[in-house]
């Protein structure tokens, strides 16, 4: 494989346009990190993030072949935007099915990596209106601030690793504790993640 390490995404991108091989796979293994945080931080109730890193990497495909040049927005930015909406939407799709396994959840994401609110984020590939979108993020967040607000010391520091992208078996590494105790704790916050009313 060629060594595209001091290409940038756009050079990349145009490159890939042009037929060379091995960019797309590339770009994807670069961009498998930021797809993994944005799962994480989107915490199903119910559900392995598994599936939303599949959902993520849809949208990271789609924001390689739909990336405009021409826009001078930067890729990093507009992938970042793919992936997010990309999930949003395959959360937002599962919900509206009674029993799917992805019914609710709790976003655990209280920032923006890329400085754009969520509801500019998501307007384009929702049904709904931005300012429904914006009430559902309003109401995500509470529910957020009152788990964060139950959670132990120890949960908050599994909390925090999760977001930063960590498995169970990384955090109970990085922590000194047994991978069943942090699987414990995960298991505790998602009891406690779903006896908040919705």
Same mark, same amino acid.
């Not at 994480?40 to 993520?56: H, K, R």
């Not at 937002?92 to 990596?113: C, T, V």
């Given at each position: 494989?060629? $060594? =595209?390490?001091?290409?940038?995404?756009?050079? *990349?991108?145009? #490159?890939?346009?042009?037929?060379? @091989?091995? +960019?797309? $796979? =590339?770009?994807?293994?670069?961009?498998?990190? *930021?797809?993994? #945080?944005?799962?994480?931080?989107? @915490?199903? +109730?119910?559900?392995?993030?598994?599936?939303?890193?599949?959902?993520?990497?849809?949208?990271?495909?789609?924001?390689?072949?739909?990336?405009?040049?021409?826009?001078?927005?930067?890729?990093?930015?507009?992938?970042?935007?793919?992936?997010?909406?990309?999930?949003?939407?395959?959360?937002?799709?599962?919900?509206?099915?009674?029993?799917?396994?992805?019914?609710?959840?709790?976003?655990?994401?209280?920032?923006?990596?890329?400085?754009?609110?969520?509801?500019?984020?998501?307007?384009?590939?929702?049904?709904?209106?931005?300012?429904?979108?914006?009430?559902?993020?309003?109401?995500?967040?509470?529910?957020?601030?009152?788990?964060?607000?139950?959670?132990?010391?120890?949960?908050?520091?599994?909390?925090?690793?999760?977001?930063?992208?960590?498995?169970?078996?990384?955090?109970?590494?990085?922590?000194?504790?047994?991978?069943?105790?942090?699987?414990?704790?995960?298991?505790?916050?998602?009891?406690?993640?779903?006896?908040?009313?919705?």
């Amino acid at each position: 494989m060629a $060594d =595209y390490t001091h290409c940038s995404d756009e050079e *990349l991108i145009a #490159r890939l346009r042009k037929n060379e @091989y091995g +960019i797309m $796979d =590339y770009i994807l293994s670069k961009y498998k990190p *930021l797809v993994r #945080r944005r799962a994480n931080a989107l @915490y199903l +109730i119910g559900a392995d993030t598994d599936d939303l890193i599949q959902e993520g990497m849809i949208g990271l495909f789609k924001a390689i072949q739909e990336y405009q040049l021409e826009k001078g927005t930067s890729f990093c930015h507009f992938a970042g935007l793919c992936v997010e909406r990309q999930m949003y939407t395959a959360v937002e799709a599962s919900r509206r099915k009674k029993h799917s396994p992805l019914n609710s959840y709790i976003s655990f994401d209280s920032s923006d990596d890329y400085g754009v609110a969520l509801a500019d984020v998501l307007a384009g590939g929702a049904e709904e209106n931005p300012e429904s979108l914006l009430i559902g993020r309003e109401d995500i967040e509470q529910r957020f601030l009152i788990l964060r607000e139950s959670l132990s010391k120890m949960e908050k520091q599994v909390f925090d690793y999760m977001l930063k992208g960590f498995d169970y078996r990384q955090i109970a590494e990085k922590m000194g504790k047994s991978p069943k105790a942090i699987d414990n704790a995960i298991q505790r916050m998602r009891a406690k993640a779903e006896g908040i009313e919705r």
